[in-house]
T-cell receptor, first 110, second 113 residues
């Protein structure tokens, strides 16, 4: 069945450093979504990518969808303590339910 | 402006007991979902309802049943709870179709002794 893999599982950075998490699918996806979950909270939708090669930015966050629509990345520039949490990617093929990756947990020290 | 509301927020059960987790959304969304979240396992889909009147199994449906009571409500039932079902359960909804962004409730933290 479809699998969505995320790396790394954990990442610790100093405040101000950059951070990247990667998402890879075993199958071609119709769309990929990214969510953030703060400690003790619930997942919150960040963005959706649907086009091959698409790049979207939200302030210090840059999201990319690969040309083959099988991989994606989230890059945070100059991390802040407010970026702490777990970042999940989730993807699906048309007509099927989203499959979530296991997430990357980011910790930031000041 | 509640979004997705889950009850209860916390629950402790004994092995073999039954219980129903409730979920309601006030966003007029068509699709609803139940996930469980365990450490290091991410979010795993238990059941989903693409639209009112339909339900389908997700990745980990064994030991659970669901009911889409109406467009707003989607409940998850554990008939005979087992310690392996200790987890945090999230309900989510999306506007229209399975590829739409999902809105999550605050979760139910369930412990089974």
């Amino acid at each position: 069945g479809q699998q969505v893999m995320q790396i790394p599982q954990y990442q610790h950075v100093q405040e101000g450093e950059d951070f990247t998490t990667y998402c890879n699918s075993s199958t071609t996806l119709s769309n990929i979504q990214w969510y953030k979950q703060r400690p003790g909270g619930h997942p919150v939708f960040l963005i959706q990518l649907v086009k091959s090669g698409e790049v979207k930015k939200q302030k210090r966050l840059t999201f990319q969808f690969g040309e083959a629509k099988k991989n994606s990345s989230l890059h945070i520039t100059a991390t802040q303590t407010t970026d702490v949490g777990t970042y999940f990617c989730a993807g699906n093929q048309a007509g099927t339910a989203l499959i979530f990756g296991k997430g990357t947990t980011l910790s930031v020290s000041s | 402006n509640a979004g997705v509301t889950q009850t209860p927020k916390f629950q402790v059960l004994k092995t073999g007991q039954s219980m129903t987790l409730q979920c309601a959304q006030d966003m007029n969304h068509n699709s609803m979902y139940w996930y469980r979240q365990d450490p290091g396992m991410g979010l795993r889909l238990i059941y989903y309802s693409a639209s009112e009147g339909t339900t389908d199994k997700g990745e980990v449906p064994n030991g659970y049943n669901v009911s889409r009571l109406n467009k707003r409500e989607f409940s998850l039932r554990l008939e005979s709870a087992a310690p392996s079902q200790t987890s945090v359960y999230f309900c989510a909804s999306s506007q229209r179709g399975l590829s739409q962004p999902q809105h999550f409730g605050d979760g139910t933290r369930l412990s089974i002794l």
